[in-house]
């Protein structure tokens, strides 16, 4: 009976070894990569109250200088999802984007509307072939679009350091640097902050108002002489991040879009506003992060848990084999014919 609990034993160590030491390579193949499931709707919106600045675009072909809305409410809607291609190293995010001031019936509320793709590794995040797309116009296909640093997502195991994110509206990267860790309804979160000043869009986008030229009355500035202005952009993104799962929590946002002659010196506003996350959607956010922390978390758990079952039992099962091996020694001296 002691041998039959020893080998038992013994066999049982030997498979939690093998977990052990197999378990934490599976647990970085199969669950350290973004789901292929993920389709969602989030909404941002300006401080009830408060709204935002925008052009009024029917001011461009008006007879009089173009003119500015103040206190606008405006939101930014995103629905995210899952396409083609996507397998088991890489996945395509699909971003459709609308931005809509709340004055106005919906028909006519449209400011912006584009249809983002862009095709990310699905362990660290980082953008591979083939190029994302842009589209922002449906009379127009979509135009291949480069893409460097993160974006939808940032890596499992993100670090207190800085990384490079994705910017859509300029079209480029910029640094986010690490600012704190802090707990929000019970999870650990990382908070980065990217800031973007008086960027020429020039240098990376082909929009046709990156630069106007405009009779100087237009403007604002009395004459007929013509003016040309450039449109510049600035923002201060606040970014949440899980760091075991890189899943994005909430946010927010403070762009800036202006003409002016002289970065410095803004003269007509295109769009200033500060944006956050619903409550409605930072909660989706903040349970579906939770949710693919605890599972990492689990099953980095248990390896360890495998490996002391794994000493336990090869400990017992070495102890009852060697009992086992006395006593038959022992019996077989007791029976041994004398001389």
Known sequence: MRLGAA????????????VAVLLPTYVSDR????????????????????????????????PGPLTVSTGVPLSVRRAITVEEPSDADRVTFQGASQVRRGDRPEETSLLTA????????????????????????ADAPAQPVPRTGLQQRFPFGTEKRTYSVYDATSQTSFPAE?????????????????????????????????????PAAKWGLGGDEPVTMTRWYSNT?????????????????????YFARDAARPEVTVLKASF????????????RARDAAQKLELLGRAPVIAGVVAVVALSGGTVLAVSAARRRGDASVRTAPSG
């Open 31 to 62: 669950l350290a990569r973004t789901p292929l499931d993920i389709r969602t709707t989030t909404v941002a919106e300006t401080p009830p109250g408060l709204g935002g600045d925008v052009l009024d675009t029917a001011s461009i072909a008006g």
């Open 7 to 18: 080998c038992a034993l013994l066999l049982v160590g030997a498979f939690a070894a093998t």
């Open 178 to 214: 690490f600012v704190e860790e802090t707990v929000v309804d019970g999870v650990t979160v990382y908070h980065f902050r990217s800031v973007i000043e008086r960027y020429d869009l020039r240098r990376t986008t082909t929009s046709p108002i990156n630069t106007v030229t405009l």
């Open 114 to 137: 584009s249809v983002d793709r862009v095709t990310l590794d699905r362990r660290s995040g980082l953008p591979v072939e083939p190029a994302g797309t842009l589209q922002t116009s």
């Open 237 to 257: 993104r606040e970014i949440y991040v899980e760091p075991r799962s890189g899943s994005l929590i909430g946010g927010a946002e403070q762009p800036y879009q």
């Open 276 to 287: 956050a996350l619903t409550e409605a959607g930072r909660v989706e956010q903040l349970n």
